[in-house]
């Protein structure tokens, strides 16, 4: 059986839970490589919806082995809740194990997140304020907490008095926040080290050996391609790889262990947090598709910026993952906008055209979209099953989508739901 991961292609929220847990039907593993609880993960069936942040999307199925690797951030406050409102629910989290290199997110983490976005006024990021970078930030830095020492509370009272009491200095001294009771922390975090004790276990091992008895083996990316820290909007980005090539190193497995990559996009763009929008809807469409979309943060509530799509960022993104195929989610919303316009290109500030997404931010200043207007749709998609069943129109856009990102558009979402899904291949 093949393995396969899913990634997103744009600035995140693109549908990649709703697609993992659709292609999960058939996987017997699923697995996180990076990010953490800035993610938000929607998964709707029949009627039920449920948002994931740190748990892979595979957990509605209960024979699915489901892992979060050493890539990934975890905020076991977080972990919990999600664990606890998943157990509410009657879903069993027995097939779920944790990697020990995971870095803990510590409530230093959290608070300078929220302090350094503070200190930075207008030029704020606009990040999750989930702890995330600040958590990245140590591991690279090697002083780190991980998932092995939560769960041994000698060494983890020994690392988490040392680098909290440094955290301290630069909340109160830089930032002139207010100090952290390491001792109430402490002891609050070894409780939670033994509620999570008997998921930790090694990802990457356990990866490869259902890899040698040929499982079948997805890989959900979180975040997406313009929130890289290298090929994204750098610094507008998140602080991971949520790069295909990103799933190898945070998982512990090799590049040819994977069969097959999807990339997920909308029908549309949307972006979360500040940074460069070339296709930027500031009007009334822009507001149409934001609410029929039900465009707003899965995980901060924030409401999402929407625009028209764009081919120069999902063609960047065939090329930086290596995309077999286009996952195109919510062509529904689509429906009723009149003429549909698609960016081609970009018009630099000398009349120069480019077809490729600019490696810095100084190379989009005064990029203007070039669009290129086809005919919309009014029907409603929703119930269509099958590609023969969509309105020429809707054939017609997804066509051009595949010509101009140079890639198939293997499956078109057309509803929130599990069933709302035409498979093409
Ligand atoms: P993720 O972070 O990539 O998993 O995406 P999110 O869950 O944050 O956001 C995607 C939103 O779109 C969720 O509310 C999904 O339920 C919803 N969704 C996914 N696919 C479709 C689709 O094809 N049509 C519609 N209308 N909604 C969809
Ligand atoms: P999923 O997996 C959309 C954005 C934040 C901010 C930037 C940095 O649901 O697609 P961070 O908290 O990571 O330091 O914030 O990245 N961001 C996301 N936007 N979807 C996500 O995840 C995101 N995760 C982070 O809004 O702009
Ligand atoms: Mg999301």
Redesign the pocket.
């Known amino acids: 059986m093949p393995s396969s991961i899913v990634i997103?292609t744009q600035?995140?929220?693109e549908g990649?839970g709703k697609i993992i847990d659709i292609l999960a039907s058939q996987a017997e593993v699923v697995v996180r490589s990076q990010?953490g609880n800035?993610?938000?993960?929607t998964v709707v069936n029949n009627g039920e919806t449920y948002k994931l942040h740190l748990i892979p999307s595979g957990i509605l199925y209960p024979d699915t082995l489901c892992l979060i690797g050493a890539g990934v951030v975890l905020d076991p406050k977080s972990f919990l809740e999600e664990l606890n409102m998943l157990r509410e629910k009657n879903i069993s989290a027995e097939n779920l194990r944790i990697d020990p290199r995971a870095h803990i997110v510590m409530p230093w983490h959290i608070v300078l997140d929220g302090l350094s976005e503070e200190f930075r006024g207008n030029s704020d990021?606009?990040?999750?304020k989930?702890g995330?970078?600040p958590t990245y930030m140590d591991k690279y830095e090697r002083c780190g907490i991980r998932m092995y020492d939560l769960v041994h509370p000698e060494i983890f009272r020994e690392k988490a008095l040392a680098t909290g009491k440094l955290k301290n200095k630069i909340i109160k001294e830089v930032y002139g926040g207010k100090e952290i009771d390491l001792d109430t922390v402490i002891d609050e975090y070894i409780a939670y080290g033994k509620q999570l004790a008997e998921f930790v276990d090694d990802v990457s091992v356990l990866t490869y050996d259902a890899y040698k008895a040929g499982k079948n083996i997805m890989f959900e990316g979180?975040?997406?391609t313009l929130?890289d820290i290298d090929f994204g909007t750098y610094p507008?980005?998140?602080?991971s790889h949520p790069l295909s090539g990103g799933v190898c190193i945070g998982t512990g497995v090799g590049p040819k262990m994977i069969d097959r990559i999807i990339g997920v996009a909308k029908a549309y763009t949307t972006r979360?947090?500040?940074?460069p929008f070339p296709t930027e809807l500031d009007d009334e469409t822009g507001e149409t598709i934001r609410n029929v979309g039900g465009e707003f943060g899965?995980?901060t509530g924030r409401p999402r910026r929407t625009g028209w799509f764009d081919a120069v960022i999902v063609r960047h993104s065939v090329r930086v993952n290596g995309l077999d195929g286009i996952a195109l989610n919510k062509l529904d919303t689509l429906s009723n906008l009149g003429d549909l316009k698609i960016c081609t290109g970009y018009k630099m500030p000398d009349s120069t055209i480019i077809r490729n997404f600019p490696p810095t931010l100084e190379g989009l200043e005064g990029c203007q979209p070039i669009y290129e207007t086809v005919p919309g749709f009014s029907d409603d998609i929703s119930s269509c099953r099958t590609y023969d069943e969509l309105p020429q129109a809707c054939k017609d856009y997804i066509k051009r989508v595949e010509e101009l990102c140079e890639c198939p558009v293997a499956m078109v979402g057309v509803g929130p739901d599990r069933s709302q899904i035409i498979i093409r291949d």
């Open positions: 997103g600035w995140g929220d990649k990010g800035n993610a938000g993960h990021i606009g990040t999750t989930r995330i970078g979180a975040q997406a929130l507008y980005v998140t602080s979360v947090g500040k940074g899965t995980t």
